[in-house]
């Protein structure tokens, strides 16, 4: 099998690693923190000391970055990482950023012969780590062929969105629907135990009726009512709140360009800013729940 590099060994970027590492690829990987590299290179990956590094000499590049300015800065301009990766490679591009930054990005590696898809994930840390992550691939369907054996080492879901950038679409109405349903969930369960009900029967009463939704089947945001979920330990660990109040900024600067209306999404963002000036952002996103109790 090629070499891929991998550049970009976060949260999500390092159990992704690993898991093509398992899979029998041989990666080249790099991130600005030392210790994510030290950590996959004792695993067998090849270490380098700079994206450069990374790319010379491989077909496939993969990207998991914060967030639009990374990449922009990372893959844009005379000095950017495409202009050092040979045409015909492939490049997938898996950070969550605007779609307009990801038909940029489209728009150089093409012009450069490059073979690239924005691919966002879902399915959280957890997803990435046990390899069930979803894809939602924008480009051309041949590239998501070529890619695809790479995609399955790491994910359970790939679906085509549509052309350059509908996978960054895709991404942000996904995540505008949870956050909305996650808010939604946190005012319902408030208002029901602020009325003598017992959390866990409302949150059981409503996951089975007309009223369930994801987030009251896998994530409850009450304390207690699901030991699993973040919020039973605190909100700690799961997807940060900054990283959500992100999302929903992207589906409004999405929404802005096409003059659509999403007053529930524009809703949400304002209560996830409350959130983070109120020093919460690097909780779990379900940390919403205390904005509606004393
Ligand atoms: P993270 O901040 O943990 O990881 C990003 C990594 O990129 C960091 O290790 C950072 O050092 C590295 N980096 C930044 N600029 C770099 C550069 N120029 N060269 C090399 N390395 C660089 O973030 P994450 O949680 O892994 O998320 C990555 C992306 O996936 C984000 O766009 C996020 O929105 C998205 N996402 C995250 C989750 C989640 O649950 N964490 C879920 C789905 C999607």
């Known amino acids: 099998m090629s070499d891929i590099a991998f550049i970009g060994l976060g949260h999500m970027g390092l159990p992704m690693a690993r898991n093509l590492l398992k899979a029998g690829y041989r990666l080249r990987v790099h991130d600005l923190v030392r210790s994510a590299v030290d950590e996959l290179a004792a695993e067998g990956a090849t270490s380098a000391t ?22 922009e800065g990372l ?4 000095d950017g990482l495409l202009q050092a990766i040979a045409p015909g ?40 780590a046990a390899g069930t992550l979803t894809f939602m691939v924008g480009g051309e369907a041949a590239a998501l062929e070529r890619a695809r054996p790479i995609f399955e080492a790491m994910g359970k879901n790939i679906f085509h969105a549509g052309p350059d950038g509908a996978g960054q679409v895709a991404k942000v109405c996904n995540n505008q ?32 009726s007309s009223g369930g939704n994801w987030v009251l089947e896998r994530y409850n945001p009450w304390p207690g009512v699901m030991p699993n979920a973040p919020a039973s ?24 360009n096409s003059l659509s209306s999403t007053p529930m999404g524009a809703l949400a963002l304002q209560l ?18 205390k904005l509606f109790v004393e």
Request: a negative charge; hydrophobic letters at 50%.
């Open 89 to 128: 490679s492939l490049v997938l591009e898996c950070s969550t950023i605007a779609p307009e930054s990801a038909r940029k990005v489209h728009a150089e590696a093409r012009a450069r012969g490059i073979d690239l898809l924005d691919a966002p994930v879902s399915g959280g840390t957890a997803g990435a």
């Open 75 to 78: 893959l844009l301009g005379e």
């Open 177 to 208: 629907v949870l956050a909305v349903q996650m808010i939604a969930t946190a005012e319902s369960m408030a208002l029901g135990v602020a009325n003598g009900l017992d959390p866990a029967v409302l949150a059981e009463i409503m996951r089975q």
């Open 233 to 256: 330990r605190e909100y700690e660990g799961g997807f940060m709140a900054e990283l959500m109040a992100k999302d929903l900024g992207l589906a409004q600067e999405t929404a802005q």
């Open 50 to 71: 700079d994206a450069r590094e990374a790319v010379a000499g491989t077909a496939v590049v993969i990207t998991m970055l914060p967030a639009s300015r990374h990449v």
């Open 272 to 289: 996830y800013r409350l959130l983070l000036k109120q020093g919460q952002g690097r909780k779990d996103f379900s940390v919403v729940q």
